[in-house]
């Protein structure tokens, strides 16, 4: 089969294929997953090839969805679970937080929670209210998770099955709007020689700044790099990769080298992971620095109406802007 061009969304379906087909204990559930194959058909075709007994369409309730496949992954299954908009996902969170979160640590490490929630997050689709949330702070801040993006289609085949075979319990977040987005994947590379999942990676190279994003931010700040060659800048882009926990080992090593750093993200900036980044570059490379670690964020309101959404998004000017300013000190 060796490589694939694939859209990222086909990447994920495929990723979560092959789960299926290598552990009968792997069960998806979730709204309108079976039948229908997702709104954004990420499980399609998976029910009528496995049944409706693993690929499960579940009622409209996000905690019942949780709290049955907290049961599940007790008794040694391991579900995935969608929740069908990142805003859907709040009915669900003290499942999430008090439950999930919680049941490793309750049991002194007798019960594990071997189960994936997969939310498509982030805006840039012009969707409606509750539909274009970012909500990854609030789930790398709970101790007793792993909170995880991916922004590329071969890191959604890997990373997927990757969060599936870990016996912790994983928030799984899935940029939205790349979805559509194609690049190669290598269907045939083992799981066992794959990228580490709770680990960053420099997604460009570069000398001048470093710029750290996630999920959607990664494939804008590579745009923003590639402008800023043009008039001379070599910006290196750190792609996080994993949000809890975080690895910023080669984020410190890149910043040493380059003086600066811009964090990137479409949550709001106040209390978001770029202030926890923010503070950690700053503590192990304070001396390196030569300007203070900016942030280019959504704005500390709720998400706007899909009409003005690309004024609330960063976006590649607002990013170059950041690095100009990085120069200023």
């Not at 994983?170 to 940029?175: A, D």
């Not at 709001?268 to 030569?290: D, H, K, P, V």
């Not at 280019?296 to 899909?306: E, I, L, M, N, S």
């Amino acid at each position: 089969m060796a490589t694939e061009t694939l859209t990222l969304g086909k990447a994920l379906n495929v990723g979560l294929r092959r789960a299926l087909e290598n552990d009968p204990k792997v069960v998806i559930m979730g709204e309108d997953v079976g039948k229908l194959g997702g709104v954004f058909r990420i499980t399609d075709g998976l029910q009528k090839d496995f049944g409706d007994q693993r690929v499960i369409d579940t009622p409209l309730a996000e905690s019942g969805i949780i709290g049955t496949a907290v049961g599940l992954a007790i008794r040694g299954y391991r579900p995935i679970c969608e929740i069908q908009f990142d805003g859907f996902v709040y009915p669900a969170y003290d499942q999430i937080v008090s439950q999930v979160a919680k049941m490793h640590y309750r049991s002194q490490g007798k019960v594990r929670i071997p189960m994936v929630i997969r939310i498509p997050f982030g805006g840039g689709i012009g969707a409606v209210e509750h539909h274009s949330e970012s909500p990854e702070a609030y789930f790398a801040h709970t101790a007793g998770l792993k909170v995880v993006s991916c922004s590329t289609p071969q890191d959604a085949y890997v990373m997927i099955q990757q969060a599936i075979a870990s016996d912790d319990p994983i928030v799984f977040l899935e940029p939205k709007r790349r979805y559509w987005e194609k690049g190669p994947v290598d269907l045939d590379a083992p799981l066992s020689q794959a990228y580490p999942l709770h680990s960053a990676r420099v997604a460009r190279p570069g000398t001048d700044v470093t710029l750290l994003a996630y999920g959607p931010m990664v494939r804008t700040c590579l745009d923003a790099a590639t402008a800023a060659a043009e008039d001379g800048r070599e910006l290196e882009v750190i792609d996080l990769r994993t949000l809890s926990p975080l690895d910023l080992g080669v984020a410190y090593e890149s910043v040493r080298r380059t003086g600066r750093a811009v964090v990137v993200h479409e949550a709001q900036g106040n209390l978001g992971m770029g202030a926890e980044i923010a503070a950690r570059i700053t503590e192990e490379c304070f001396y390196s620095l030569e300007s203070p670690v900016l942030r280019v964020t959504g704005f500390d309101t709720p998400y706007p109406a899909a009409r003005v959404e690309e004024e609330y998004l960063p976006d590649l000017d607002r990013v170059l802007d950041a690095v100009d300013r990085t120069f200023g000190w």
